[in-house]
């Protein structure tokens, strides 16, 4: 009994600190993150009596919790951008999922196959696991609120928000071709017209169209309220039940859920853009504090999971490449996808190198794990771990300085 009231105390103590840190973070100019990873690692060494994964969860157990924080974090995503963003917008996200995105895969899954003597499916997990920018972890770098159509962010915050949560969807066909390509005895023996027509094609094209259709009709149902009643009914919890409605559904068209839920956010205020009611900010509010409890909890757990050895599961090859893929792979190739864009080298810089890697690295890797028939994948519990470290320390350590710095130019 005694253990579960520390137990409380403990989880209480973390969740007030978290009105305070960011107050004293913002000063040092660091990630409000950084702090709760070494608040987790002073709670497991304390002993507190947390479901600490020991250095992991059950695979289908850290999938859920993945998972639910990402869609939520997806959902704040999409109603931050909303539509008044007009498609020229779109084409610097869409650069970075089209160029880097692809080509940070190639060069992972070729270091992975001849450099850390991974097999090729494992390889190519990877590579997949590793190619969306976090959603989570990065929101610090994202839309600090709904945008307008009269004054809204078109610079780093903006093509951050997009490209995360267009590419947490996005991965998903590649971790597919590699689960394929795990239960095949070759690559040749790979469906590829199966692969292509169904996983690459239908279950984008479906997953888009669920949460559009969801979004849309939404939004259109809100406007035959009163303003009196719409601000009733658009509290947090329609955002909450629309993100875990639209997941299910699009799941249950075996199609991809990460993009429906996006795809929701986005047009729920279709048919309300012009206006400049308050339903906007409640329907933001309470999932975008959700999202932030469930993300301490989460850096707290995954601070446990470092100091109890699951970075020991990655050698030196593996810890090296991690800090190349931080320090380099990413911000080359995000650098190549913004050649000849609008913007200065400065804020190309920037972009490029604040692809941040988090929680969906997890879901994917576990995922992946629940469903194919890999082998020889440990290490990539230890490289995905260190990956998400670095991102935390070195981009937690910049982000703050880097959005300040462009709100001068």
Do not use: C
């Not at 109603?79 to 692809?102: A, E």
């Amino acid at each position: 009994m005694n253990a579960y009231f520390y137990g409380l105390m403990s989880l209480g103590l973390a969740i007030g600190l978290m009105s305070f840190i960011p107050i004293y973070t913002n000063k040092l100019k660091i990630s409000h993150v950084i702090p709760l990873l070494v608040f987790g690692m002073l709670l497991y060494f304390a002993n507190v009596p947390f479901p600490w994964p020991n250095p992991l969860w059950p695979l289908e157990t850290g999938k859920i919790i993945a998972e639910i924080i990402v869609i939520i974090s997806l959902m704040v995503a999409g109603l931050k951008v909303g539509t008044n963003y007009k498609l020229s917008h779109w084409k610097i996200p869409f650069r970075l999922i089209s160029i880097t995105m692809i080509l940070s895969m190639i060069v992972v899954f070729l270091i992975s196959f001849y450099i850390l003597n991974l097999n090729a499916p494992v390889s190519l997990l990877l590579a997949a696991v590793l190619s969306p920018t976090d959603p989570v972890l990065a929101s610090e770098l994202q839309l600090e609120d709904h945008q307008n159509i009269e004054n809204k962010d078109t610079g780093i915050r903006f093509v951050l928000t997009s490209e995360a949560g267009i590419n947490d969807g996005l991965a998903f066909p590649f971790i597919f071709f590699a689960i394929i390509w795990s239960k095949a005895d070759n690559f040749m023996a790979i469906d590829f017209t199966e692969l292509i027509g169904f996983y690459f094609i239908y279950k984008i094209i479906i997953g888009i169209l669920v949460g559009a259709i969801i979004g849309l009709s939404t939004s259109y149902l809100l406007q035959k309220f009163k303003v009196k009643k719409l601000k009733q009914i658009t509290n947090g919890f329609l955002a909450l039940a629309l993100t875990l409605f639209s997941y299910g559904v699009a799941e249950l068209a075996q199609s991809y859920g990460f993009l429906a839920v996006f795809a929701t956010g986005i047009t729920i205020q279709y048919f309300d853009r012009g206006s400049k009611e308050a339903n906007k900010s409640s329907l933001l509010n309470f999932i975008e504090e959700t999202e932030k409890l469930l993300s301490l909890l989460w850096t707290i757990f995954f601070g446990g999971a470092v100091v109890s050895g699951i970075l020991s599961y990655a050698d030196w090859r593996g810890i090296a490449f991690s800090l190349v893929f931080v320090l380099l792979i990413r911000p080359i190739t995000g650098m190549a996808a913004l050649f000849k864009t609008r913007y200065g080298l400065e804020k190309r810089l920037a972009i490029s190198f604040f692809g941040i890697k988090g929680i969906g690295s997890f879901f994917y890797l576990t995922f992946a794990l629940l469903n194919g028939q890999f082998t020889g994948y440990e290490s990539l519990f230890g490289i995905v771990s260190y990956v998400v470290l670095f991102s935390i320390i070195i981009h937690g350590l910049f982000s703050i300085r880097a959005i300040e710095y462009f709100k001068l130019k």
